[in-house]
């Protein structure tokens, strides 16, 4: 699936000159946590986030208490969270470094943005202009809809669902070292040593997503402590 297939379309957006309070406003009703900027040429100029909104004079909450010699060092800084706070027009809050995508851009690339640069959303362009916004939301919707896969017509025998496992943990950094697996009858029985219980976990979900696998069984030993650890 591609950006284009879950977008929202129906764009909330703001202008540069909208004020702050009715940005607040926006968000509020909408029950959205950000919305992009378009100015008056319908270009994206900056998306404004509930986290631009935190810190305001309004509430209060515009004090960061800093030692005096970090300020010696940060002016540039507090002259940034003073406009944070103090600003009236979108144009001084918003995020001017837009992190967007194409909307042929594939659903795991999304993730992966969205992930890594721990933001919510995303914008979609096609040819320079905003067509959607993809969110988290989206992303879940778009799980929730998949369909089931099919159960196979054969049931693949224990060798191969012994292969399969080992094949998905070859070079994985949590496959525990001295792993072993032994599949009888559909069950698969883990043994080996491990270093942590999500090492554990991550191979019994391998072993629960291959068809043909009833259940696993876990014989696993935690690697013995260390002398003076």
Known sequence: MLALDVMTTTIISVKPETPIREV??????????????IDAGGSLVGVI??????????????????????????SDR???DYI????????DVM???VISVDDDTPLNEVAHIMETHRIK???VMR??????????ANL?????????LPAPDIAPSDREIRATLMGELAGQPWAFAGRNVVVRDGVVHLWGMFRSLEAVRAVRVAAEAIPGVKRVEDHTEPYPAMPGI
């Open 84 to 91: 944070k706070s103090h600003a009236r027009t979108v144009q």
């Open 95 to 97: 995020t001017t470094e």
């Open 121 to 123: 959303r995303v914008p």
């Open 127 to 136: 040819d320079g202009r905003l067509v959607g916004i993809v969110s988290r």
């Open 78 to 80: 507090n002259a940034g």
């Open 49 to 74: 986030s509930e986290g631009d909104l935190i810190r305001r004079t309004e509430l209060d909450t515009d004090e960061r208490r800093r030692s005096w010699w970090l300020d010696l060092f940060t």
């Open 140 to 148: 879940v919707q778009a799980l929730a809809s998949a369909p089931e």
């Open 24 to 37: 607040a406003k926006m968000l509020a009703d909408h029950r959205i946590s950000g919305v992009p900027v």
